[in-house]
């Protein structure tokens, strides 16, 4: 497979990494018990503490993001977990908790649409001793949908002995997350989304009533034992060996993050989104055939565009891919049941409008014929 330039990875994870990011990870390797971890790691708060918009300590765990998945499931409900879906990451909610034992029921909407608050209230009134704990993607990468978890957020805490663990593996850095003024009892993310890290560490933030539920629960696991986490972030160390060297591009990366302005970085992702939206309107008019986005208008992701093609049996997602590819561009095809129906835009983590439109220029002609 032909090597892509930088500037040309436009996929929705894992995203294109600065070659500087990359750099700092030759960094040379120090022992993860002792006081150069914990001076690595005592630098990385700060920034990591304004990323999540928290004055909580952010754990860092050597898995994907599924694995902090998996803790919210096993360290935050005691009776059952409803789980909102609206793709397939935030069915992986549910999946894992079929897989932990513990149980679980669905509260779903068609793939394109977002969970909504009123929905949410409806359910946990009916039931109010049934749930203990709420989940959530934020920015639904199959789909492109970002779900208003702010407003969600105040549906679950009417509720009193019900948390909600959020998932913002692809709004990170790319969309306002606020876990604190939010009151968000769990937080997690994945580093190779709009991040711009490659994969291999994830981040999370637990609230002081989700540390207090994992208490009441004997069997949380090992591995994502939350507990753990607290204990060893009060140490600024982390409970298993982790990827010191992906630390050392984290800490790259959130000082360049802080050089740009996180509220500048939600700014280029949102004008990033509202071009590639309007491409796809553009499209349409030029071609006059059906293309459109997937996520309802309302509702749309600031870092992944699902674009719907008008006619897949002419032109399906994984020919749209093949054909880009030839011209030195990475997107992805729809996910799952949409795989052939649509394609993914990724433009998140490092990428500028400029390099954006270039990608879209591509795409144009691609789709056009």
């Known amino acids: 497979m032909t090597k892509l330039e930088y500037g040309r990875f436009f996929l929705p994870g894992p995203t294109e990494v600065e070659p500087a990011t990359l750099a700092a990870m030759t960094e040379p390797v120090i022992g993860h ?51 909102l879906v609206c793709g397939a990451f935030s069915q992986r909610f549910y999946d894992i908790a079929a897989g932990c034992g513990r149980p679980a029921d669905r509260l779903a909407v068609e793939w394109g649409e977002a969970n909504l608050p009123e929905e949410v209230r409806e359910v946990l009134a009916a039931q109010p001793d049934r749930y203990d704990l709420v989940t959530v993607v934020h920015s639904e990468t199959s789909t492109g949908v970002l779900n208003p978890i702010r407003e969600i957020a105040r549906i679950v805490h009417e509720f009193e002995d019900v948390l909600l663990a959020v998932d913002t593996v692809s709004s990170m850095a790319g969309a306002p997350v606020r876990t604190d003024e939010w009151e968000l009892d769990f937080v997690l993310t994945g580093a190779q989304k709009a991040l711009a890290l490659p994969p291999g560490i994830s981040l999370a933030a637990a609230s002081e009533a989700a540390l207090s539920r994992a208490r009441e629960i004997e069997h949380r696991g090992f591995y994502f034992d939350l507990l753990k986490f607290e204990k060893h972030a009060a140490n600024r160390m982390t409970p298993t060996t982790p990827a010191v060297s992906i630390l050392f591009a984290l800490l790259h990366q959130l000082r360049r993050i802080c050089d740009e302005g996180l509220e500048e970085r939600w700014a280029r992702h949102q004008a990033m989104a509202d071009r590639t939206h309007a491409w796809v309107e553009e499209l349409a008019a030029s071609t006059g055939r059906s293309f459109g986005v997937v996520a309802a208008a309302e509702y749309r992701s600031p870092t992944v565009t699902g674009v719907r093609l008008p006619d897949p049996s002419v032109l399906d997602g994984p020919e749209v891919v093949r054909r880009v590819r030839e011209r030195g561009y990475a997107v992805a095809t729809g996910y799952g049941k949409l795989k052939k129906e649509s394609i993914r835009i990724g433009h998140m983590g490092d990428h500028t409008l400029d390099q954006l439109e270039d990608l879209l220029a591509e795409l144009t002609e691609v789709m056009s014929t």
Do not use: W
């Open 33 to 83: 018990r002792g006081e150069e971890i914990r001076e690595l790691i005592g630098r990385l708060q700060p920034g990591l503490g304004s990323l999540f918009g928290t004055e909580r300590p952010v754990y860092i765990s050597t898995s994907s993001a599924t694995g902090m998945m998996e803790a919210a499931i096993t360290n935050l409900s005691r009776k059952r977990v409803l789980c």
